[in-house]
């Protein structure tokens, strides 16, 4: 069986891979054409197994493989294909190509599952593109709202509901639901830190999901000015009053995890106005963006209010304003104990243990647990980080973890809550 | 005379400006051809004066009225019409208009100064198109190398050399030299500061120009990761970096003002790689430049000396790797005593009392003094900064700072030192 499973993912890796913007690394913005080709190579690898493909109005993709007993609630797996620029050959790819090897194993061995098995590729997970969290896992479930539809792509400016339209979809029909009836949902998906390759472990069950605090636009004006001229009180330097800001939240962030509470801070996508720069001037202007992540709202509230504290504290001594544009929100999210206990059983079969671990970064799993599915993930061994060109993973790592889903499934009904 | 004064200068002031690369502001880079035109513009006022025009082989332009005494050093009297991107409408432009106007007023009035009078309109003064200090000034001098004319303007990634010689110059024969023999040089400039703007003065005379030390490409390379992914031990953030760094230098720069020696601090060009970045990635990689200024070499010396121990710090601490690329200096260069004196008796006898003051940016009254010549600067009054599309400068400040050379020519070889 795993040859059968090795080979499925090797190729659904590459196919999908093969398409995309240029380098470095691979980029599918969502919805885009480039996005709608990758779902087209497992519309035909799907259909080649005979299995059924239906895509609903937000263009999400289903091919289902029936099972047994067609009245229990089936099980979903799958992840995305969207990337962000320049993003890594696994970020999304892994989870799809583990859920087609996953089917394949049943098509090819002969064995119909105890339930329908339905290989699920969402659309839109990365929200780089799209100010908007799971949009296309929560279009599918009739949880995307019109003002959401409105967001506009970071890199075309045009809006989700164009785009979802340009690529075949209707978007009117998202609005009017009712969406997917709960089931389950299991997402493979590649770590994007580095705990399991630190402990040498090939995968983990993901017990909950961080949520997220951003502000996407801010920028800072001060006053442009020659380098040599204003004394050093009379400036409102941008880039000075960022770097105060940067390091009074790299304070706070120490402070947060000596408490031993959850937190990450990010600081990015910093651009001094640099075309209109030159070293002879102090900088009137810096763009920057915040990503705030925890397990815990009340963390990110309080790291929210310090934020703008200090910003208050930086206005007053630097004389720069600070514009932070609006925050969006993902709220942290627990996912299912009882499917997470059913996997931990399939690998215990099968000889692993494997850790529960949080994730830091959101997935459609967790849109799929806020609508309320049983929805748990399996995490993949990663030594180079997510969303770069050099992303890490070791195939082997995720055909084991494909066999022990495909345990965990065969035992249905059997053990435990299911 | 002042009416004469005032209408040149703003007749001049417009015509530059109206040569421009798209706004906001005014650009002309250093040897381009938008400064060639800017040039004509003087070349095509002085012809009408019938003054005497001609062009070096570094493509400065030189318009001289002959004075009574012929064999009497001369007194070269301009500035420059190369701008920053996106720069002011005064910075350089002011201390040419000036110059025309000034020969304009003896002309007018029939009134034929002590000694000659040379309006000069120096190249390539901004050093943010090519990495070279008063590049123009210094072909005039015969002070440049065969390396320096190697160096690649920042916008075209061509030579200095190729640009002299497309613009009609002659890079051979600049080397050849001898250059300019000694003589005396006065350039009329805005203020890069608001010292005067403060302490409601129309001008100062400067005694002296700060030197400076600038790494103009600087990077640091860390580790593109998930923002919700490594945990903060694990991270390479190059933002965090950067960050230490400015807030390490702004203290430095602190102590350095509490022992009453001078200096600035400037970081720009600040980019996080923005068209890879995205919020949910911690940035691998960030570029900047940074650029010191004190009229001191010891004072540089030991901030750039601070300025690497703190960099070995962060490098230790954070996982990064800082390159500084190469490192540029400009020397402090005192002005003419002398020179400040005789205008400040012209200055005098017109009832102002001008403040002697350091000039924090360079200029080209510096390349002047370090090959021999008696150099002075008067600044002009500027309420918003330099090298910036609101530059502020009043004409009446100008036309009196005119009318106040007028008054120390017309007696030259009278009083004091000339």
Same mark, same amino acid.
């Given at each position: ?26 980029? %599918?913005?969502?919805? #885009? ?24 109005? @937000? ?12 009245? &229990? ?11 962000? #620029? ?39 997970? /990365? ?25 506009? *792509? ?10 979802? /339209?340009? /690529?075949?979809?209707?978007? /009117? ?53 020659? #380098? ?5 009180? +009379? ?19 120490? +402070? ?16 001094? &106005? ?33 934020? %703008? ?9 630097? @004389? ?24 931990? %059983? ?9 850790? *529960? ?7 459609? &799993? ?25 992303? @890490?993973?070791?195939? &082997? ?22």
């Amino acid at each position: 069986m795993n040859s059968v499973i090795r080979e499925t993912i090797d190729r659904l890796i590459d196919r999908v891979n093969a398409i995309s913007d240029v380098g470095p690394g691979f980029t %599918r913005p969502s919805y #885009s054409r480039l996005e709608s080709q990758a779902h087209a190579v497992v519309a035909e690898e799907a259909g080649a197994l005979g299995l059924e493909v239906t895509r609903d109005a @937000g263009l999400n993709l289903f091919a289902r493989l029936p099972g047994r007993d067609r009245s &229990a609630p089936a099980i979903y797996v799958g992840s995305h294909l969207d990337t962000v #620029s320049m993003g890594g050959a696994y970020d999304g790819q892994a989870g799809v190509s583990g859920a087609v090897a996953l089917v394949t194993a049943f098509v090819k061995s002969g064995e119909q599952p105890p339930v329908d098995i339905v290989v699920t590729v969402t659309r839109a997970e /990365e929200s780089v593109w799209f100010p908007v969290s799971y949009a296309g896992s929560r279009a599918a479930l009739g949880r995307l709202t019109a003002q959401e539809l409105q967001a506009k *792509r970071s890199d075309t400016g045009r809006t989700l509901y164009d785009h979802i /339209e340009e /690529e075949g979809g209707r978007p /009117e029909e998202i609005l009017a639901g009712p969406g997917l009836a709960p089931a389950r949902f299991i997402e493979l998906h590649i770590e994007q830190g580095a705990v399991l390759d630190n402990a040498k472990e090939p995968f983990g069950i993901v017990s909950g999901v961080r949520g997220g605090l951003r502000y996407r636009e801010a920028r800072i004006d001060g006053i442009w000015a020659h #380098s040599g001229g204003p004394a050093r009180c +009379e400036r409102a330097d941008a880039v000075f009053a960022l770097a105060d800001l940067i390091v009074g939240m790299d304070r706070c962030w120490e +402070e947060t995890l000596a408490r031993s509470q959850d937190l990450t801070v990010t600081f990015g996508r910093v651009d001094a &106005a640099s075309s209109e720069h030159a070293f002879a001037k102090v900088p009137g202007r810096v763009d920057f963006c915040v990503d705030l992540r925890s397990d815990a709202v009340s963390v990110l509230d309080e790291l929210d209010s310090l934020f %703008r504290a200090q910003i208050d504290k930086i206005e007053k001594a630097r @004389g720069v304003r600070f514009d932070l544009g609006a925050q969006s929100r993902s709220q942290p999210t627990k996912l299912s104990a009882a499917l997470g206990d059913q996997i931990a %059983r399939g690998a215990s079969r099968l000889g692993y243990s494997p850790r *529960r671990m949080l994730s830091g970064g959101g997935h459609d &799993a967790a849109a799929f647990a806020q609508a309320g599915w049983d929805s748990v993930m399996m995490f993949l061994r990663n030594w180079n980080g997510s969303h770069n060109p050099d992303e @890490g993973m070791d195939p &082997a790592d995720l055909a084991a973890a494909v066999e022990v889903v495909h345990a965990a499934i065969r035992d249905d009904g059997k053990g435990g809550d299911y």
